[in-house]
Each structure stands twice: as structure tokens, then as C-alpha cells.
């Protein structure tokens, strides 16, 4: 065998360990310890950031601070690129450049793209607002996503028809609302954007206070709206609370189901 060949080799056998290291499918050692470092430096993360954000903290401390944000930035941004670099062992995204761009595009990789972009890009306010996307990248470290993920698709019609009440509850709410209040106090409810906004925080029980009905007929909207939105929700909170519970039944069955020989 060439020089070349055994070169090649090599990297596509580094390729491989690193996929799977990264994407915990042979759990060892040095898999154990590299998570167990990204979980340390992601937890970590939170009070490096309410440190920054003290404005009476002594200079050093601040200054510790900013070195091991930038020290957990790259890393989190390497760890980004090996992901990006080997995610072409998984056959989904075996594809060099557009099962790169597929891979990117999950909802995981969107998070930490978010989470380490502030590395990228110098600035402050909303682009640094962005590191707490860090702490989402635990999701990635638990079953979390794969639960809801399978919740949904099982009550996927239940969940629907309940999406389509809140729906028509929101516009009917709205439209009447408006009808009746705007001829008593205009410049309360001065449109249907003002009622929407009305409608969304009365059926979800915020009631900030800003919006209130004065006619008998707008309190009586306001009644049925709240009923009808604390049904609505309560059956929403069943049909995922049910779908968890047979997600929990799923897994301790297939735990007690003997493996087949």
C-alpha cells in the first residue's frame, strides 16, 4: 500500500472515531470525558455571564471572566466544525457539501451556530444576548428533543384539532371584542390589531390590564374567552401529559423485553 493510501486511510479512520466520539455511538472513556467537559463548559457558561453582567465586580474578575468566555467560545466553535467536518458518516448527510448544509440546518446545529456566533461576530447587545442559546445545547446531551419529538407525532391529530380551536377562538374573540368595544371607548380598542392582542392575552390568562371591556356584552366575551381558553389549554396539557406517560411505558417495556437470540 502507497503512502497516499495509508494517509487517506488514516484520516477517514480519524474521521470516523471522531463521528463517533462526537455523536456518543460507542460509549467509552474518552467519549464519557469529552462530553462531560462540554456539559462542564456549557453550565459554566451561565455564571461567566452573570459575572460580565455585574457592574460592581472587581476589574480581574472581569477579566478572568472574558478569557474563559473566549477560551469556551473556541472551543464550542471546534466542537462545531469537527461536527460539520465528520457529519458525513451518518448516511443522511453523506453527501459533501449539501449533506453539510443539511446538517446545519437541524434544529441542534441551529442552536449552536447561535450559540458560538457571538465568537464570531464583535459587538454587544442582541449579538451577545445570543450566548444563551448555550445553555439549549444540553439538549443535546439528553433524550429531551426524542421525547417531544415522539409526543407530537403520536397526538400530531389531537394536537391539531386543539391548534384550530385556539385558532378560531383567537379570531372570533377578536372580531366581537372589537365590534363591541370599539364604539365605547376608540381609543382603547383602536383596531382589530388591538383586539387580536386583547384576545391573546386574555384566553392565555395574562391580562396585562391595558385592554379592559367596560360594555356588558364585552365582559360576557371576556368570560367565555377565558373558559374557553383555560378548557382549551387544560386539554392540551392532557394530551401531552398522556403522550408522555405512554412514551415512559414504551421505554421501561422494551427495557423488560428479554433481547432476542
Known sequence: MSIEAKAVQEVRRTKRYLFDVLQFNYPSKVTWTINAVIITLILLSVPVDVIESVGDVSPQL????????????????????????????????????SGRIKYMLTPLMIIDLLAISPFFILGAGLVRALRVFRIFMLMRYTNAIELVNNVVSEKKNELAICGAFLLMLWIWSSFMIFRVEHPAQPEVFKNMLDAMWWSMQTFTTLGYGNLVPITLTGKIITGITV????????????????????????????????PQI
Open 62 to 97: 472581569k477579566r478572568l471572566a472574558y478569557h474563559v468566555d473566549l477560551g469556551m467560545s473556541v472551543i464550542f466553535a471546534l466542537e462545531y466544525v469537527l461536527r460539520v467536518l465528520t457529519c458525513t458518516e451518518d448516511p443522511r448527510y453523506q453527501k459533501p457539501i
Open 227 to 258: 373558559a374557553s381558553g383555560l378548557i382549551l389549554f387544560a386539554v392540551v396539557t392532557a394530551v401531552m401529559t398522556g403522550g408522555v406517560v405512554q412514551e415512559f411505558q414504551k421505554y421501561e417495556n422494551k427495557k423488560k423485553t428479554p
